[in-house]
């Protein structure tokens, strides 16, 4: 999934750190269901993005035999293109057992034991909240969308709890294997679940920080650097409605707090929270604050009717080039609306205040 080109000259000493070994691989299908009974399974690079073995099976039992670079992060896949994926592990020369029947049940190293237990936590913990999600559908549709306040807490307290599993194990995971390449896979996946600081601390002395693998794990962290609360604005250059460049820097840090708002004319949830900011900037504009609108539009004709028509008077920014729009890459904005609240002296105060929450956020300040 993230798929990356290295300089000739850095693949050549990255390939020569890893020694080619042999690997014992057995995965045995138990799965009762009709939607996993394959033929042939691969045993897939995550690093590479390609299979690096194959086999078919007989009677569900599947062995796969060979020599390849260790220790890399692989996975026994159900097709040759990294999807219907049974398991992630460390590939190493360790016997490897797999069986899948009622989850997976996993045998081999020290290190593919411990990370498999962190998976499991956190998949366990994803099926738990599953079930809340049920639970609360259905008590909502019991109680006409006014669930009590009792209930309410025990099911937020329930999912709190879930969370915290989830991130205490993956904390430990993560820590508890700083000498080999399980942070890797963690990090792959989770990193925007934890802490900024959490990550960049762990990754500045981190043995396998240059994989391949960790490359946007390390993009991600240099965006969310700039949006933790405390730290000064980044500055951008962007055109004005009007055709002229205008800078971040010509609104915030002037002495007064202004909301960036991230959004497009095509967004729907942006449109919907539009009143939310309009009477905001109505209500709190006349007291100094001010909202700089970067847009995430590729037409101009559909951004200016889009300003019009939604009574944003505040000033409004776009380089029309969509999501590849300079604001967004440079502090990592991956959903619209997203805003981003600088304080007077120019540091970043909150990130994505929306609805009530900016409401009361700007009462407190103006209060």
């Not at 390609?50 to 692989?74: W, Y």
């Not at 259905?138 to 807490?153: F, H, V």
């Not at 993560?174 to 600081?197: C, G, Q, T």
Request: hydrophobic residues 40%; contains cysteine.
């Amino acid at each position: 999934m993230k798929k990356l080109i290295l300089g000739a000259l850095f693949s050549l000493c990255y390939f020569a750190l890893f020694a080619q070994n042999s690997y014992n691989i057995t995965f045995v299908n138990k799965y009762k269901g009709e939607n996993f009974k394959p033929e042939k399974i691969y045993l897939f690079s995550i690093e590479e993005r390609m299979a690096i073995d194959s086999t078919t099976g007989e009677n569900g039992t599947f062995t796969l035999k060979g020599n390849a670079r260790m220790p890399q992060l692989v996975s026994i896949c159900g097709d040759n293109k990294g999807m219907q994926v049974v398991v992630a592990f460390i590939l190493d020369e360790t016997n490897t057992n797999i069986t899948l029947e009622n989850g997976v049940q996993f045998d081999g190293s020290d290190i593919n034991r411990n990370m498999i237990q962190v998976m499991t936590t956190i998949s366990q913990g994803s099926m738990a909240q599953m079930q809340l999600q049920q639970e609360a559908g259905m008590l909502s549709e019991k109680y006409n969308g006014q669930l009590p306040d009792t209930t309410a807490q025990r099911l937020d307290q329930a999912w709190s709890n879930i969370v915290q599993n989830q991130l205490a194990a993956l904390k430990n995971g993560i820590i508890s294997n700083k000498d080999n390449m399980a942070p890797v896979y963690f990090l792959l996946n989770y990193a925007e679940a934890l802490e900024v600081d959490f990550v960049d601390n762990f990754l500045k002395d981190y043995k396998y920080r240059d994989n391949v693998l960790l490359k946007k794990t390390l993009q991600y962290l240099e965006t969310a650097k700039r949006k933790v609360t405390g730290v000064q604005f980044t500055d951008f250059t962007m055109t004005d409605i009007k055709g002229e460049n205008r800078k971040l820097s010509d609104y915030a840090g002037k002495g007064n707090y202004v909301l960036v708002d991230f959004w497009a004319s095509w967004c729907g949830p942006c449109r919907g929270e539009m009143p939310n900011v309009v009477k905001a900037y109505e209500q709190y504009h006349p007291k100094g604050f001010e909202i700089i609108g970067v847009s995430l539009d590729n037409k101009k004709e559909a951004w200016e009717q889009a300003v019009k028509e939604l009574g944003m008077s505040w000033p409004q920014l776009s380089d029309l080039k969509g999501w590849q729009c300079e604001a967004a890459q440079l502090y990592g904005v991956t959903g619209i609306p997203m805003t981003l609240l600088i304080d007077p002296e120019g540091k970043i105060a909150a990130v994505g205040l929306r609805g009530e929450e900016l409401l009361q956020k700007l009462a407190e300040i103006y209060k």
